[in-house]
């Protein structure tokens, strides 16, 4: 069935570092590919995504690309702020016709100043 | 108020409690969405109401008993809890249930106790 593999965390960076989370996925079709944000005390919101092959999201200075070939989504960010900190997740969503969204386990980040 | 709110953001309950979890959407989605968020593990969806009809319930236990009035409405009802669903309650909703990339929003949650 559908899946999603994000690194575990917790990740802890200094201000401006580079950030990578890795996520890769197992899907039968074409899956649309989301990077959701929860912050402290907070639901989960949306912070980019992409639908077809090759794609790139991005969004507050993120970006993610669709690799096909790889069946990979990787999160990254230049240069991280302490407001940064939160837990990313990765999901997949079935484009069949389900719309079931299928979540990593989430990776903590901890951005310190 | 917008977007979609849960109460009790907080619940402490014994096994023997009966309690609800309420959640309300203002986006005029016509998708609402249960999940369970506990440490170390993925969200599990547990269950899915498209037009107040519910449309996936995966195999959650019958001590949740979920209930949809209406599109802007979403409970869930528990009853003889165990202290292993002690977690995070999530509710979401988007704007139609089929097909594409909707996206969902979420609530903030309810951080569930069971004692």
């Known amino acids: 069935g559908d899946s999603v593999t994000q690194m575990e965390g917790p990740v802890t960076l200094s201000e401006e570092a580079f950030l990578t989370i890795n996520c890769t996925y197992t899907?039968?079709?074409?899956?649309?590919l989301f990077w959701y944000v929860q912050y402290p005390g907070e639901g989960l919101q949306l912070l980019l995504k992409?639908?077809?092959?090759?794609d790139k999201g991005s969004n507050k200075g993120f970006e993610a690309t669709y690799r096909k070939e790889t069946t990979s989504f990787h999160l990254e960010k230049g240069s991280v702020q302490v407001s940064d900190s939160a837990v990313y997740f990765c999901a997949l969503s079935d484009q069949g016709g389900a719309n079931n969204l299928f979540f990593g386990t989430g990776t903590r980040l901890t951005v310190i100043p | 108020e917008t977007g979609v709110t849960q109460t009790p953001r907080h619940l402490v309950m014994g096994m023997t409690n009966k309690k609800s979890l309420k959640c309300e959407q203002h986006?005029?989605?016509?998708?609402m969405y249960w999940y369970k968020q506990s440490a170390k593990k993925p969200l599990e969806l547990m269950f899915v109401?498209?037009?107040?009809?519910?449309?996936e319930n995966n195999s959650v236990p019958s001590r949740f008993s979920p209930e949809c009035p209406n599109s802007s409405h979403l409970f869930l009802h528990l009853h003889t809890l165990q202290p292993e669903d002690s977690a995070l309650y999530l509710c979401?909703?988007?704007?139609?249930?089929?097909?594409?990339?909707?996206?969902?929003?979420f609530g903030p949650g309810t951080r569930l106790t069971v004692l």
């Open positions: 992409a639908t077809k092959a090759d």
């Open positions: 899907a039968t079709g074409y899956p649309s």
């Open positions: 986006l005029g989605h016509n998708a």
């Open positions: 109401y498209n037009f107040k009809e519910q449309t």
């Open positions: 979401a909703s988007s704007r139609q249930r089929a097909g594409g990339d909707n996206e969902q929003f």
